[in-house]
């Protein structure tokens, strides 16, 4: 007979008749579904994103662009001439806009970074947010812990979209700072022609930021469903960066109108709206709509490819 069988009650239950450790010591069993230990997750995801070395170069990148249009509008203003009125939700007609009201730049930069350079860092960002770990050899790693590949997908795509939103503010305390240093600040006039004040402008700003931010939200989705299909973290990224260019090309081939509605960047313009007075939800509405349409569904994709990828390496 083995020990086990041979010893007394005492004996095979443990020390002090313990059922085990945590017993003995008075403590419950750590539970791996806590809210405090998902919080972690989610907390330790994000900071490991936004502390990464790639990340502090396009956000570095990224903070470059208002300052070259805020000096390239300046000397081409040579003496800071005053620009076109108010015009349309578009690039050039904020750009006319600059020289009368610094401010402006904000909404000038994102209009110029929206529909390229901001979601191409995206892209790099989700890309490789799955396949990146897979290359490197720590998904495995991070797998081991009683964390589930749910919510560890879950916090990668926290990630994802908590990148989208300093990129986004990055680009626009940028082009604010610029444009209070190269042209006068004060009130601001909407696109319908009426003038707010300058307080409300920054608010404006700022709500403006925060849609442009959202209207990544599927892109990002679709980042990250890429990044579940291949463990070359460089392949990720191009494929996904590849598919942001193909579907801008597809966005701008009037054959092809009647798909354009449901492309993700149809609607990502709509951010000028928020300028206007008063401010027109209709755009923005169908933008989040269809972000959220793009978001459920390449995330569903990506839940369904994650959850049972062979994970070896």
């Known amino acids: 007979m083995s020990q086990a069988e041979t010893a007394g009650p005492a004996e095979a239950a443990g020390p002090a008749g313990s059922a085990g450790p945590a017993e003995a010591t008075g403590q419950r069993p750590r539970n791996p579904l806590h809210p405090l230990r998902t919080l972690g997750i989610f907390r330790s995801e994000i900071t490991t994103t936004l502390r990464r070395h790639r990340t502090y170069a396009l956000l570095a990148v990224l903070a470059a662009f208002p300052v070259l249009i805020g000096i390239a509008v300046r000397i081409e203003t040579g003496d800071g ?17 600059v020289t009368n009201n610094g401010l402006f730049l904000v909404f000038a930069a994102l209009a110029a970074t929206l529909p390229v350079f901001l979601p191409m860092a995206v892209g790099v960002v989700a890309g490789d947010a799955i ?66 004040g300058f307080g409300e402008g920054l608010v404006r700003a700022a709500l403006t930021a925060g849609v442009v931010a959202g209207s990544l939200a599927g892109f990002a989705a679709l980042g990250l469903f890429v990044s579940t299909l291949t463990n070359s973290g460089i392949g990720a990224m191009a494929a996904t960066v590849g598919l942001l260019i193909t579907v801008q090309i597809l966005a701008n081939l009037p054959q092809l109108s009647a798909l354009h509605p449901y492309l993700f960047p149809h609607y990502w313009m709509s951010f000028a709206d928020v300028l206007r007075e008063p401010v027109h939800w209709d755009e923005l509405v169908r933008n989040f709509q269809l972000q959220g349409l793009y978001a459920a569904v390449f995330g569903s994709a990506a839940w369904a490819r994650f959850t049972t990828k062979d994970i070896t390496t």
């Open 81 to 97: 001439g005053s620009g076109g009125g108010p015009g349309g939700g578009e690039g050039p007609a904020f750009l006319a806009q």
């Open 131 to 196: 396949a990146g770990e897979a290359s490197g050899g720590t998904l495995r790693y991070l797998l081991v812990a009683p964390a589930g590949r749910t919510r560890l997908l879950l916090a990668k795509y926290a990630s994802v979209l908590a990148f989208c939103l300093v990129a986004t503010f990055v680009v626009a305390a940028s082009a604010l700072a610029v444009g209070a240093l190269l042209f006068p600040v004060g009130e601001v006039t909407t696109i319908s022609g009426t003038r707010i």
